[in-house]
């Protein structure tokens, strides 16, 4: 079983960026899928991110586009999400997730094991 846990977080004025970690142990996650969400105060869950196995053609939601880059180290066991030119709406908990699936997908319930989140503030 893979533990994940993220760190990064923190407050940040707009127009700043933040690098958000994710460090999995237990066993190699090489070969899964890996995504970032977030979850706003008040609002569901959304899908920020996915990254594939190979680390190719990674997929991003429309509002992120642009301004985020996800990335994975292999030899670390780890994946980065790049947060520049962050707004007042980026506001929320960040989490990873992974799933043995090769597709990237959107949806949290393709995900079967979660980090704990780590918080990113975004102040005016």
């Known amino acids: 079983q893979v533990q994940l846990v993220e760190s990064g977080g923190g407050l940040v004025q707009a127009g700043g960026s933040l690098r958000l970690s994710c460090a999995a142990s237990g066993r190699t996650f090489s070969s899964d899928t890996m995504a970032w969400f977030r979850q706003a105060p008040g609002k569901e869950r959304e899908f920020v991110a996915a990254?594939?196995?190979?680390?190719?053609?990674?997929r991003y939601a429309a509002s992120v586009k642009g301004r985020f880059t996800v990335s994975r180290d292999y030899g670390k066991n780890e994946m980065y999400l790049q947060m520049n030119s962050l707004k007042l709406e980026d506001t929320a908990i960040y989490y990873c997730?992974?799933?043995?699936?090769?597709?990237?997908?959107?949806?949290?319930?393709?995900?079967?094991?979660w980090g704990q989140g780590t918080p990113v503030t975004v102040s005016s």
């Open positions: 997730a992974g799933s043995q699936t090769i597709l990237l997908l959107t949806g949290a319930a393709a995900y079967s094991y």
């Open positions: 990254i594939s196995s190979s680390g190719e053609s990674p």
